[in-house]
């Protein structure tokens, strides 16, 4: 679960990970407070820096609205665009999978790329 502490110290984040990937669909403020069933205002107090924390059910509505994680909206680096987005997932994904590889299948693999590449 994340808490508001987290939330706290990751504020600039935030704001620059809900800007950015919206106006990487090409949406805006009310475009995307629409489409997240939130106000106008409290879309501007999540992308602005007045000092107010986002609810984690705020939070969750933007990123449905997003197409993205809530995970994405508070983790850095954030990605301008949905491609982007799917980009990052992927390689933190391969990599995830490949700390899970032993040794003996590891090595079965490099021959298998080295087959390859001829």
């Known amino acids: 679960m994340v808490s508001r502490q ?4 990751h504020e600039k984040i935030i704001q620059l990970n809900v800007r950015n990937l919206r106006e990487g669909q090409n949406m805006t403020q009310r475009q995307l407070s629409a489409k997240a069933k939130i106000s106008n205002r409290c879309l501007q107090s999540v992308e602005g820096a007045d000092g107010r924390l986002p609810t984690i059910p705020t939070l969750l509505a933007i990123g ?3 197409g993205v994680t809530l995970g994405d ?18 390689f933190r994904i391969k990599w995830q999978v490949l700390d899970l590889i032993n ?8 021959d298998l790329i080295k087959r390859l590449e001829y």
């Open 73 to 90: 909206l508070i983790s850095a680096p954030y990605r301008s665009t949905q491609k982007e987005l799917e980009s990052d997932r992927a």
């Open 64 to 66: 449905r609205a997003l």
């Open 6 to 9: 987290y939330l706290r110290a």
């Open 103 to 110: 040794d003996a299948d590891e090595k079965i693999i490099q």
